[in-house]
């Protein structure tokens, strides 16, 4: 019953198959000309990470996303990964341009998608007004994340951090605020709100998901790379799920628990509003 339930929510849940939205095969020669997830790089990254993630991969995905939500405890330790995660790939970014002043970072960091602020208040919320102390120290898993992100920032190809913007954004903007509306439904009033504990799930210059990420396709696209670079940033934004994978094993948590608080919540709402 357990892998039944799990399974039948992988397919909402892992990032990028909910970003996989597309009308035409990758060889194919139609295409849909106002849909920039049908073609270049963006219908590269859908598919190249689709196709080599197994049932079990997206299993251990799912079934992790809900040990998240299994305690504010473990709620919390993940949030703080995130932390972690957005902090050095920041760093990266910026040593970046710094050194390079790569013109396919900058256009893809758009101000509305950055989450550290929001991050920043949930830790506070967590941990309280001494949180950069009192925070806890990253996890393995999180340290070997952030070791990939460091590499890849003090490396001769700044393109693979594209990889990493692809697959961080545009999962925290699909999945994130499922995540968080199922937080509250499982966990209550400990996981805090917007303002608090909940702010990284919160994208609130984005007024109009479809229209922006549509957006944010498009100048992917647009970045000026041949074909060797496009292979490089496939892989390493599967490299990115894996180790998004690592750091939800390490959570404690029952997500079947989790899994059947939030099914029942929702059916609540649905019959008493």
Request: no cysteine.
């Given at each position: 019953?357990?892998?039944?339930?799990?399974?039948?929510?992988?397919?909402?849940?892992?990032?990028?198959?909910?970003?996989?939205?597309?009308?035409?095969?990758?060889?194919?020669?139609?295409?849909?000309?106002?849909?920039?997830?049908?073609?270049?790089?963006?219908?590269?990254l859908?598919?190249?990470?689709?196709?080599?993630?197994?049932?079990?991969?997206?299993?251990?995905?799912?079934?992790?996303?809900?040990?998240?939500?299994?305690?504010?405890?473990?709620?919390?330790?993940?949030?703080?990964?995130?932390?972690?995660?957005?902090?050095?790939?920041?760093e990266?970014?910026?040593?970046?341009?710094?050194?390079?002043?790569?013109?396919?970072?900058?256009?893809?960091?758009?101000?509305?998608?950055r989450?550290?602020?929001?991050?920043?208040?949930?830790m506070?919320?967590?941990?309280?007004?001494?949180?950069?102390?009192?925070?806890?120290?990253?996890?393995a898993a999180?340290?070997?994340y952030?070791?990939?992100?460091?590499?890849?920032?003090?490396?001769?190809?700044?393109?693979?951090?594209?990889?990493?913007?692809?697959s961080?954004?545009?999962?925290?903007?699909f999945?994130?605020?499922?995540?968080?509306?199922?937080?509250?439904?499982?966990?209550?009033?400990?996981?805090?709100?917007?303002?608090?504990?909940?702010?990284?799930?919160?994208?609130?210059?984005?007024?109009?998901?479809?229209?922006?990420?549509t957006?944010?396709?498009e100048?992917?696209?647009?970045?000026?790379?041949?074909?060797?670079?496009?292979?490089?940033?496939?892989?390493?934004?599967?490299?990115?799920?894996?180790?998004?994978?690592?750091?939800?094993?390490?959570?404690?948590?029952?997500?079947?628990?989790?899994?059947?608080?939030?099914?029942?919540?929702?059916?609540?709402?649905?019959?008493?509003?």
């Amino acid at each position: 019953m357990r892998a039944a339930l799990l399974l039948a929510t992988a397919a909402a849940l892992a990032p990028t198959q909910r970003m996989r939205r597309r009308t035409a095969p990758l060889q194919s020669s139609v295409v849909d000309a106002a849909n920039p997830r049908s073609v270049g790089l963006a219908l590269e990254l859908d598919d190249g990470t689709r196709k080599v993630h197994s049932v079990a991969e997206n299993t251990q995905f799912v079934t992790g996303f809900f040990r998240g939500l299994g305690s504010s405890d473990a709620f919390a330790a993940l949030s703080t990964s995130f932390y972690y995660v957005y902090d050095s790939v920041y760093e990266a970014m910026e040593r970046q341009m710094d050194e390079t002043t790569s013109p396919m970072l900058k256009a893809l960091d758009y101000p509305a998608l950055r989450r550290l602020p929001g991050l920043e208040r949930d830790m506070e919320f967590y941990y309280g007004a001494d949180w950069r102390t009192a925070k806890p120290r990253p996890s393995a898993a999180t340290l070997a994340y952030v070791k990939q992100i460091e590499a890849v920032g003090a490396g001769p190809e700044p393109e693979l951090l594209v990889g990493h913007l692809y697959s961080r954004y545009l999962g925290d903007l699909f999945g994130g605020q499922m995540m968080s509306g199922m937080a509250v439904k499982s966990l209550g009033d400990s996981v805090g709100d917007e303002a608090g504990g909940l702010s990284f799930y919160a994208f609130d210059a984005i007024p109009n998901t479809k229209a922006f990420i549509t957006e944010w396709y498009e100048t992917l696209n647009g970045l000026d790379l041949d074909d060797a670079q496009r292979a490089a940033i496939v892989d390493e934004a599967n490299v990115v799920f894996r180790l998004n994978i690592a750091i939800f094993d390490e959570l404690e948590g029952n997500p079947l628990k989790s899994f059947l608080s939030v099914a029942l919540n929702s059916l609540k709402e649905k019959l008493f509003g």
